[in-house]
């Protein structure tokens, strides 16, 4: 199997994943996960689609990580992976990501700030005299 790369992109991070056949080791910018992301959470949600699939410790995925903070770059690192696992084997893999959410972008993002005003959507204290 050659290797595979699929992009992921969370709020303003961006993942890139470069998947390929392995015995599991997961590399984020030069560093393991455990190194990369501290919190339990995060890396329960870079591992999830590994877990829905069944295919724990089949590949090695190597990622270059930009932007965001750490939530947002744990999900965009697992919309990259799931991406990635889709075109290894679409009939296999895709109905269960599909079923799990793991495929779809999540498009929020953060409003912009309007001019006149301290925030988005916040105004200024009004004062009738």
Request: a positive charge; aromatic letters at 8%.
């Amino acid at each position: 199997m050659e290797q595979i790369n699929a992009l992921g992109r969370r709020k303003s991070a961006v993942a890139r994943v470069y998947l390929s056949a392995g015995k599991g080791n997961l590399t984020i910018n030069g560093r393991t996960l455990e190194e990369y992301f501290k919190e339990d959470s995060l890396r329960y949600i870079v591992n999830q689609p590994f877990s829905v699939t069944g295919t724990e410790g089949q590949f090695d995925v190597k990622v270059n990580l930009d932007g965001g903070g750490t939530k947002g770059q744990a999900e965009a690192v697992r919309l990259g992976i799931s991406r990635a696992l889709c075109e290894v084997d679409k009939e296999a893999y895709r109905p269960t990501l599909k079923a799990a959410g793991f495929l779809t972008r999540d498009a929020r993002e953060v409003e912009r700030k309007k001019p006149g005003r301290p925030g988005a959507r916040k105004r200024f204290q009004f004062s009738k005299r």
